[in-house]
C-alpha cells in the first residue's frame, strides 16, 4: 500500500490527506463531470418549475389585470318615488282557502302581468329628472343612463312589496354598460363622435353626475346575483352559470371519481392479466383521446333520447362531463396503483385478509394522493369545458338562475364564451377575465378539499 | 310515493336489515360455540341488508322504466280511435298533452273533453301504479331480508357474497369505460356510413386537400353544380399529428422535470404550493389559452423567428403546439410527481449508496421504476393534445394544408370535426356528416397508437420487489 | 424421495403430494412429498435458492400472487386440498399464517400494524381488548419494551430486527392454527432470536409451525423434525435429532457438517 | 316535464333570439324565459330534426334556409310541420383596423385578392398580388391578408355568391371556360397563407386584426355598429353598409335569416307559439325596437303580416 | 466510552467523536467514540435496535436520506471531516460502499443490477470489460453459478439469500476504500455465508471492512476488532479474541455469552 501513499495526484483530495486507490481515482476523476451533470440536472429541474410557475404568473397578471376592473360597476345612486299615479295595479291577490293550487297560481300571474303592463322606466326618468336640469329635452338621451334590466329590478320589488307604493326610496341603479366602458377609459375618449357609442349629451351628463358622486363605481353584486342579460347587457351576471357550473362538478366528482376509482381498482387489482383486459386497458386510454365533443354527440343520443333526461339540464352536462372526466381518473388511479410495492399486498394477505381487503385497507389508502391528482385535473379539466355541452343543449343562453340539476342552465365556459363573443367588446373583454377569474376560483375550491387530503396522504417510504 | 322516498326508505330497511344480520349472527355464533363462524357479524349484517334492497332496487329501476310506457299504451288504448286519424298529429304529442293535463301544469289551449278523460285515467293509472310498486317493493324487501336472515350460519360465506357485490359493482364500473366507447362508436357509425355515400373512401384517407366548401355554395342561383369540395383526411391528419407531437415536445421534458424537481429536490413547502399552483394551467379555460396564443404567443414566436432569420407565422402549428404543450404541463408533472414518490425509498438507498448522483439516481433508477405510470401520465397528456380544439381554433390558423413545417398554419381533426358538425352547412350534406367520418377516424388512429404504447411499456416495464 | 417419516398415532395437519413449482419456464420445486404433523415444530434448511421460501409459501397459497408462478400436485390440510377452488384462500390464510423473509411492515403506525389482522377477524370486541391483544403479541414477540411508548410511530422507522419481530408479533397475533416463518430470526441478535425460539415452544402447545432457517443450531433447539432441500428436490425428512447426528444421504450430511459447497 | 321553450342554433341569430328570450321572459309572467342554444345552422337543425317530444327542441335558428335534404330528414323521424319564420336580414361588412387605409371595395378586388390564380392577359397565372395598390391604384398600398368566414359558416355562402362569384364573373376569361368550371376555377384559393379562414366568431377575427395591423376582416354589421372604435368599415361598390341601404337593397351583402318552429310542439310546450309570434312582431323587431337596436335588419310591414299569418296558420313547409 | 483501543502504530482509516443521532425526538445514538484502522475488519455488535445499522449509516452519510434524521459530532476519514459541506458526498459513498440490512436489488436485470455502479463510475470502458467485472463480482459473492444462466432476468425474482449476494456482489463491484456490511449473511446458509467470510478475509488485504452481526461466531471468525453496542452506545470495543474472551464490561460480558436480556 505503500504506492498508494506515494500517489496522492488527485485535485478533489488537494489537501493531501486522502491518497485514492486506483479505482478511486478513476471515479474521482468522473465526478466533476457528474457533478456538473447533477447541477445541470437540478438547474434544468429548478428552471422547468419556474418557468411553470412563471407561465401561471402570466397567464394569472394577463387574467386579473384584465378581469378585476369588471368587479366594479358604475351605478347611479337615484331618488325613485313610486308614484301610485303611475303605478295603478289591483291588490295582490291572496289564496283563498276553497281556492285551488292552480286556480290561484292563474289569478297570480294576471295579477303580475297587469305590474307587467307599468312603465317602470317613467319612474327611473322622474328619478333622473331631479338631477339632470335639462333632462326635458333630451327624452331619448335620458333613457339610455340606466340600463334596461333596472326597471325589471323595480317590478320586483313592488311585486314582492306592493306597500312601497307611494314611498320614495334611494336605489342604486346600474348604468348602461357603454357609460361604464367610457368611465372606466376603456374607449378613447379623443374619438369623434361617429366612433363613440354615447351621445354628446350622454357623455356631459355622466361627467357631471360622476364628478358630483352621483355615479361612482360599485361593487359589482349583480355580476355575482343576475343570470346572464343579453338585452340589459350592465345587468349581465355569472349566477345562472355559476351554479349550473357548480351542479355539474357535483355531478362529476361524485359520479367520475368513484367510478373511475372502481374501475381502475378492478383492471389493477382483480381483473385475470389477459388480451381481454389489455384491450379494455387500450381502449380507456383511447377515451382520453376522444374529442370532447363527441362525448356530447354520445350524451344526447343516450341520456337525452334514451333516458328522457331534459335538454340544457346540468344533471345531462354532469354525466357527460362525468363520462369525459372517466378515463382521466381512471388512469391515474391505474398509474398510482401500479406503484405501489407488491410487499404491501403480500403483507395483508399473509395475515389472512382478502384480497378485497387488502386493497381497500392498504393499496388504497396509499393510492390517494395520485387518485386526488387525478381528480383535481379531471373536474379541471371538466369544469373548462363548453365543447361537449354543444349538444345537450347547455351552451346556451340562459336568463333564469337554475334551481336545481334538473333546471336548464349554461355553464361558466359557455358564459365565458358568449361573453368572449359579445359584440360590445369594451364591455365585455373585462367581463369575460372576470368571469375567468371566477370559474378559476371555483375550480380551486373544489379542488381546495383534494388538495388538502393529497398533502396529509402523502407519505413516503 | 316518488322514487326518492322510496330509496330513502329502501336505506332505511337496509339499516335494519344490517341490525338484525349482526344481531342473529352474534346468536348463531353463541349457539354454536364449537363451529367458527365464516364472517364477522358485520358482514352478515351487511349481507342481510343487501338482500333487502338489492332485488327491490331492481324492481324499481324496472318499473320507473317500463311503467310509463305501459300506462301510455293503456292510455292510448282507451282513446277514441277517430280523434287520432283525424288530429292528424303524432300520437307522441297526443300523448304529451295528456300527461301535461294529468299533471296539472302548463297547458295553455283549451282541453278537449276526450283529452280531459284521457288524463283523468292516466292519473288514476299512475297513482295505482305508484301503490302497486311501493307494495311489490315491501314485499320484494321482506322476503329478501327473511331468507338472508334465516340463511345465516356459521358455514355461510357473507363475506365472499358481499365481496361478490362488490366486485360486481367495480365490474359493472368498469364496463362504463367500454359501453362509452361502444355508443361512441355507434353514435358515429351510421352517419360515416352516410358520409361515405357521398365520398368514396379512397378519396377521404388517401386524399390531400381539404377543401370542403360550403354546402350550398355553387347550388344557389345562377352557379354551377357538382363542385363538392374534396375531403382529404391527410392534410388533418397531418396538422394533428404536428401540434399534439409540438405540445408533447414542450409538455413531456417540461412536465417531467418539474416532477423530478418537486418529488425530489424541491423543499416541502415549495412543492406543496407548486404542485396545485402549476395544476391550475389544466383548469384555465381552453379559450383563453387560444386568445393568449394567438395575441401574445403568436407574434413573439413571430418576431423571435425573425429576429434568427426563420418565417415563423403568427399563427402556426408550432404556436398552438406550443400553448397547447403548456396546457397540459400538469397532466405530466403532477402525475408524474405522484408516482415517482411511490417509488420505494430502498430502491434510492441502493443506489445513492453506490456512490450515484442524486440525478443519477433519478434517472437510472427511479425513472425506470417508476415509468409505467410516467407513460400513463404521457398518454392522458398526448391524448388531451389529440384531442384539445379551442387553442387550435384560434392559433394554428386554421389552414389544413400539407405541410411538414411547424412554422406554418395548420388545422387540425378536432377542430374541423367542431367546425363542420356546428357550423351552418346542411346537416344532411356531407360537408357536415364528414365530421363523424373524421371522429371515428380519430377514433381508430389513437386506439392503434394506444396498442404501440401498451407494447412498448411492457416490454419496458420494471416490477420492483 | 423420502415420504412418511412419521409414527402412524401421530395426527397429521398438512400433506404435500408431488407438488412442483414453475416461475416460468423454470422449475423451483421438482415434486416434494411431506406431511406435516399437528402440534409439531418442521424445520426446513437447505442452501440458499434450493426452494424453500417457495415450498413455505405453496402451503398457503402465497404463491397465487406471483403472476409467474405455477403450482402443481396437491397440498392438504385437515385432509382438504388447499388448491381446491371452492375452498376459501382467505380463510386457509388466517389459519395458516405467515412471516415472511424480508419483513414487510405496513406503511402504518406500530398499533395499526399489530391490530390489523384481530381486527381484520373480529378477535376483539373491544378497544380495551385490542390494545391487550397488540400489547401480548409484542410481549411475545420481545418487542414491547422498545416500542411501548412509541406505538403510534409508523413500523416502517424500526431497525431491522425491531421490524422482523413486527411482522412475527403481526402474525401470532391473528392465533393461526399454522404458522410458517420464513427465517424469523435472520436480523436477530442471540437474545432476541432466544425470546423467539422460546415462543414457537410455547406456540407449539396449540399450533403447528414451519420454520426456514439457515441456522442449524436453530433447527436443532426448536424443531422434532427437520428437511433438508436441495436445488428444489426434498432430499430428507426426519426427526431432527436423526438429521443431524445420522443423516441418511451424504449430501444432507455435507450439508450439516458445512463440507458442501 | 318542460316548461320552457327550447331553441338552438345559428350563432348569428342567437344574440337576437336571445334577446327576444329576454324581452319575451319580461313581459309575459305566465311563461318561463326561453332558453336559446348555439350550436350552428347545422347543429340546430339537426337536433330540432331529431324527433317530436320534450326532450328535443322547440325552435332551431338558421343563418340560411332549410334544405330539402333537412326537411326530408325532419320528417323521416316524425317533424311534419316546420314552420319557416324568417325574421329579418343581417349585413356582412368588410372592416380594417382603424388605423389601417380606407379601403373602396369592389366585388374583382377580393376575387383577385384570394383567388388562386388569377386572369390576365387572357391566360389565368397564379396570383402575383402581394399589396392592395397592385390590384387597383386607388386602393390603399397595404399588404393582402384577408380574414374570411370559414368553410362552416352561413356568412362564407353569402361571401362567395355575393363577392367572389360576381367579383370573378367581371373577368372576360373566366366567362370563357366552360360552364362547369367556372365555380371551381372563381372558389380556387390562395395558400400562401394570404387568406385565413376564420372559423370562431367575429371577436376572433377582431383579434386576428389586432395581431395584424394589414388584415381585412369580414365581419357582422352589428359587430362592427358596436366596435366602431377599433375597426372601420369598407365601402362596397362605393355602398356603405348600413341599415337603410341594406333594406334599400343597395349594399349587395345581407342575408335574410331565419327560425323554424316545431308545429307539432305549439300546444304541448307552453308559451312556443307566444314566443314565435312575440318574435316578429312589431314591438319586438320592428324599427325602434330591442331587436334593431341589437343589430338585426327589420323585415318589412307586409313581410312581416304574412309571417304572422303562417305562424298563426300553423303553416307548414 | 472506550476510544482508542488502537495501537499507535496502526493507520487510522476514520474516527468518530462524539457522534448522536436523533430520530426526531429520539436519540438512537449517544455519544459515540471510535477509530477505525485501514485493512481492518471491524465487527459491530449488540442486542437488535441498539443503533448498530444507524451508527453504520453515519460512516457513509446513507442517514442523509431519511427526513428526520440528524447526526452531531464529527466524522473523519483520512483525516477529512466527512459532514464537511464542502465535501462530496458522491465520492464518499463510492470510497464507502454499503451492504443494506434489507436487500434491496433495483427492479432490473442480475446483470444490470451489478453493472449498474461501474458504469456509473466509468470503471469499464468496453463491454467486455464490464462482463468481467459483473462475472467476477458475481463469483466473489458466490452467486455465479447460480445464476449465470439468468443474467438477463429480474434481480428482484431471486431467493431472498440470492438476493443478498446480488447486494454484497453489486457493491464490491465498484471497489471502495470501506465497506460497510449490515449483516451481510442474515439469509444466508452456512457455506454461502462461509464464502462470504472468505470474500471477506480477501477483501481485507486492500480495504476497510465493517461488519454489522449478530453472529458471535461470525464476528469472531472474521474480525479484527469488536465493537459492542447497546441502547445507542458504544460499551466495547476492542480485539475480537479479547472482547470475546475477556470483555471488559458487564453488559458485554451478558451479552456474549447470551445472559442478558
Ligand atoms: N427511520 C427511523 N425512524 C425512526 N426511528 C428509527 C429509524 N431507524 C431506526 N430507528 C430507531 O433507532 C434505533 C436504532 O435503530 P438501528 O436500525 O440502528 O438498530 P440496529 O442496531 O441496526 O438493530 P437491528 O439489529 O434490529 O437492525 C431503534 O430504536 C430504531 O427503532
Ligand atoms: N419470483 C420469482 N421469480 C423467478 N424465480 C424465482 C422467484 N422466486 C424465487 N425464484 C427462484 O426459485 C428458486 C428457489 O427460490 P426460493 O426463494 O424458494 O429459495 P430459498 O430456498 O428460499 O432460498 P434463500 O434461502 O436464499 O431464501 C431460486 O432459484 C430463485 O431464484
Ligand atoms: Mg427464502
Ligand atoms: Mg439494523
Redo the contacts between chains.
Sequence with gaps: MTEKNMNPANNSAADGVAPLSKVQQKVAVSLNRRHRHEKLFKGVGLVASLISLLLVAILFINIFSKGLPAFWQSAITLEIYFDPEIIKISDKPVQRADETDNAFRQRDIEWQSEVGMINFNRLIVEGLNKVLPDANQYRRDVQRIVTSGERFAMRQLVIDNPAIIGQTKTLNLLTDANIDVWLKGNIDRSLPDAQQQLSPKVREWVEMLSEQGIIKNRFSFALFMNADSRSSLASAGLAGAFMGSLYMMLVVLFLAVPMGVAAAIYLEEFAPKNKITDLVEVNINNLAAVPSIVFGLLGAAVFIGWFNLPISAPIVGGLVLSLMTLPTVIIATRSTLKAIPPSIRQAALGLGASKMQATFHHVLPLAIPGILTGAILGVAQALGEAAPLLLIGMKSFVAQVPSGPFEQATALPVQIFLWQGNELRNFFEARTSAAIIVLLALMLTLNGLAIWLRKKYENRW | MSNLSLIVLLLALMAIGYQLGMVRSRRVATINPQQRMHSRPHHYGMMVGLWAIIPAFFLLILWTMLAPNVISSMVAAQLPAEVLAQEGMTANVIMRRISNLAGNFGIVAEAEPWELAAAAYMQQLKSSSAALLTGLMAAIAATGLFFSYKKIQPQLRARHQIERTIKAVLIICSTVAILTTIGIVLSMVGETMKFFSFIPPSEFFFGTTWNPRFSTTGVGEGSLTGSQGSFGLIPLLSGTMMVAGVALIVAIPLGLMVAIYLAEYAPAGFRSTAKPIIEVLAGIPTIVYGFFALVTVGPFLADFGASIGLTIRATSALTAGVVMGIMIIPFISSLSDDIITQVPKALRDASLGLGATKSETIRKVVLPAALPGIVGAVLLAASRAIGETMIVVLAAGNSPTLTANPFEAVSTITVTIVNQLTGDNDFASPQSLVAFALGLTLFVITLLLNVVALVVVRKYREQYE | MTVNQTNSSDKIKMTARDVKVFYGANQAIHGVNMDIIENEVIAFIGPSGCGKSTFLRCLNRMNDTIDICRVTGSIKMDGRDIYDPSLDVVQLRAQVGMVFQKPNPFPKSIYENIAYGPRLHGLASRKSELDDVVESSLRRAGLWNEVKDRLDQPGTGLSGGQQQRLCIARSIAVSPDVILMDEPCSALDPIATSIIEELIDELKQNFTIVIVTHNMQQAARVSDRTAFFHLGDLIEIGATNEVFTNPQHKRTEDYITGRYG | ????V?V?G???V??F???A???F??????F??P?????????G???F?????????DIAN???AI?P??V??CKAN?V?QIIEVKIGYDGIVFASR?DAGDFKLKPEHVFLAQAAQVPQNGKMVANPYTNWNQIDKSLPSQSILLAIP????????VY??KVI?DGCQTFAEVKALP??D???FC?A?R?D?RV?????????T???L???KDAIGVFGL??Y??????IKVATVNDVVPTVDNIIAGVYPVSRPLFFYVKG??I??I??LQ?FAEYFVSEAASGFGS?LEA??LIPLDDTERAQILANIKAKKGL
Aim: net charge negative; hydrophobic share 25%.
Design positions: 316535464n318542460r316548461d320552457t327550447q338552438a345559428s350563432s348569428t342567437l344574440p333570439s336571445s334577446v328570450a329576454e324581452e321572459g319580461n313581459n309575459f309572467a305566465q318561463r324565459t332558453v336559446v342554444g348555439s350550436g350552428g345552422s347545422s347543429g337543425l339537426r337536433q330534426c331529431q324527433g317530436v317530444g320534450i326532450n328535443t327542441i338558421s343563418s340560411r334544405r335534404a333537412e326530408e330528414a316524425g311534419n382603424v370559414g368553410s362552416n359558416h352561413g356568412t362564407r355562402e362567395e355568391e362569384l360552364k362547369g367556372q365555380n371551381n372558389l384559393m395558400t397563407g385565413v379562414e376564420i372559423a370562431g366568431d367575429y371577436t376572433e377582431l383579434a386576428r389586432q395581431a395584424q352589428s359587430f355598429e358596436a366596435n366602431r372604435d377599433r307539432e310542439h300546444g304541448v307552453p308559451g307566444q330591442p341589437a343589430g
